[in-house]
């Protein structure tokens, strides 16, 4: 009896110990050891863009990420571009330490994940092929069967379709492909509606004249432009937000914008939680 009692002593001292050998290392802990943050990304310019002949990145959220890194010393590693319809998934798994290129929050994908302070805003409208005119008197038109619908597994178009125009016909595209993908299936005649952001679709208009345009409407949603944060992960989480909130109140965010020459109404600036006094002399 005294030998079996000693034995689960023993068991008993041990079991913790084990325990904590198996715990999962988080987040925070494994980028203050290692001293980089790795980030997976989706290219959309001009927040996120790629030289197809040097791989170099550019635009917005590489500029902003990078000042976050300079800020808290710590290395920017680039990891590689997400899939849109699994990112959240292997963001919980540990593939990457952080979305990097705009998460875009929702409902649905606050169910799974957190997000940083955003650093701006995006208006959402309805795009057309150009010269298409159908829903300009009433959008909700466009929630008919015989509207074809361009989306993106796991991108926003996806659920506001299914939310605003569900009897609409779903076309996607594969969610390993650029965000631009979406508008080129309305461009080469394979739907002809999508839900886009003003800041990437105004710029593909300029490229491809005569392709798109702007259903003639308000938008259809406004957008926070932040970071995705793998889910629980708090302490991580607020390193970040206290140190968007030091490039927004210091006027890096707003100096990023101007040099892409970013207008007002396609990326709406955060506004400051103070007023400055006035001027009495």
């Given at each position: ?22 715990e999962k290392e988080a987040v925070y802990e494994r980028v203050m050891r290692t001293g ?50 699994t990112y959240i998934q292997d963001l919980n798994n540990g593939k990457y330490d952080l ?7 929702n409902a649905y994908r606050g169910k799974f994940a957190d997000y940083t302070t955003p ?163």
């Amino acid at each position: 009896m005294r030998i079996l009692t000693i034995l689960a002593l023993v068991v008993l001292i041990a079991q913790p110990a084990f325990a904590a050998d198996n715990e999962k290392e988080a987040v925070y802990e494994r980028v203050m050891r290692t001293g980089e943050i790795r980030c997976g990304y989706a290219l959309w310019a001009p927040a996120l863009m790629m030289d197809p002949n040097t791989g170099e990145l550019s635009g917005i959220f590489y500029d902003y990420v990078e000042a976050l890194g300079d800020l808290l010393d710590l290395k920017i590693v680039w990891s590689g571009e997400v899939n849109m319809q699994t990112y959240i998934q292997d963001l919980n798994n540990g593939k990457y330490d952080l979305e990097c290129s705009g998460g875009w929050p929702n409902a649905y994908r606050g169910k799974f994940a957190d997000y940083t302070t955003p650093i701006f805003f995006t208006p959402t409208y309805l795009y057309a092929k150009a010269g298409d005119m159908r829903f300009d008197d009433n959008v909700d038109s466009a929630n008919d069967p015989s509207v074809r619908f361009s989306t993106m597994p796991g991108d926003s178009s996806e659920q506001i379709r299914e939310i605003r125009f569900p009897n609409s016909m779903d076309v996607s595209v594969d969610p390993n492909s650029p965000l631009v993908y979406i508008l080129d299936q309305i461009r080469y005649g394979k739907a002809d509606v999508t839900l886009m952001d003003a800041l990437s679709s105004e710029p593909y208009i300029e490229q491809h004249p005569d392709s798109l345009r702007r259903v003639v409407s308000g938008p259809l949603r406004i957008t926070a432009n932040n970071m995705t944060v793998p889910a629980g992960e708090y302490r991580f989480r607020d390193m970040l937000d206290i140190a968007t909130r030091q490039l927004l109140y210091d006027g890096v965010i707003d100096r990023i914008l101007e040099k892409h020459d970013i207008p007002e109404d396609h990326a709406l600036r955060v506004q400051p939680p103070y007023r400055m006094p006035e001027n009495t002399d």
